[in-house]
């Protein structure tokens, strides 16, 4: 019996020749055609004048964020899109919504978000459904996959990791909140519940990121909005902090510190006695959920890259050095080497 097993394999490796050095030089070829992670990240910010600290922080912090993001292995394309939202007329009467596309140049989106300005606002809700559905539904979402290999690793080469960062401080109308304006509900027929349907349905992962203004409604909605999405949500921690020191101690240059310090003694949250602003914690989150999402996709980060020890993982001993190593042992468990090997195990003879 076991000798007609060995037998079968044998024959089947010498009458598929050709199919298995096609395979073989298609995952060879995996060099010659590198993996390239992709992620679409786009800013939904409640731009109403209770924001001024939290987008304070996106434009400050956001430069070095994307830096960090893409400073893994491998590097990761990575594009930012923007949406500011406030409210509906007439609680709002410059705008409901602006947005900026999403694009590689990080350059370009920094330079709209510097241009969003905390003002308006005053009662409880805001448009927050308004913003998720452009976000959602209007902005140049990339599904991209490599599709010359998906025959071979399909997981190798994931669609597009698609992401909402929902930054605000209040509920969408029609949830309850204490203020009466729009208590219907959006008068567009903007639904935070449809916002949840259709990023579930594109494949949109949603964090979201309350600031200290919000109500018991609003941060059950942001709650359900991440949760229902896969997401996760931060309540944002707020610390008092001399403004030129701040800046220092994040890393920004001399230059960059004057700057970004003339720029937030402008803002409502400047205190000219203490010489200092409201700092939180919106940075740290945003980029620590990023290097999360790009690691799902095979990105390393530092400590994070290191070298697999396990025993299984030396291939020639099956593939005699035909097929290339990969270093990522998730991939490694999914290719033909791999599949292989763990057919062999399962052979009491072969032991």
Known sequence: MKKNILVALLILLVTFPASFAEVAAKIECMDCMPYTPRIDVVFVIDSTGSMADEIRTVKTHLTQIIKDVEYGQPRPHLRVGVVAFRDHKTEENEYTYKKFQLTSNTGSALNFIRHIEARGGGDLPEAVADGLDVAINQMNWNDMTIDQNQEISPQLYPRTKKLIFLI???????????????VQGCPKGHDYKQNIKDANKKGIRIYTISGSGIDSVGVRIFKEISGKT?????????????????????????????EHATEAKEDSDYDATTNSILTNTLGVFTK????????????????DDTT???????????????IAETKDKEHLRESLYGFFKRIFDKISFWN
């Open 168 to 182: 605000g401080d209040a509920a969408p109308h029609g949830e309850g909140s204490s203020d009466q304006s729009f």
């Open 230 to 258: 896969g997401g996760s949500y931060k309540h944002l921690n707020y610390v008092r902090r001399d403004v030129e020191e701040y800046y220092a101690e994040d890393g920004f240059t001399e230059e960059e510190v004057v």
């Open 288 to 303: 620590s959920a990023m290097k999360a999402e790009a690691q799902e996709i095979g990105v390393t980060y530092g400590e």
């Open 308 to 322: 697999n020890n396990d025993d299984w993982l030396d291939t020639n001993d099956i593939t005699g050095g035909v």
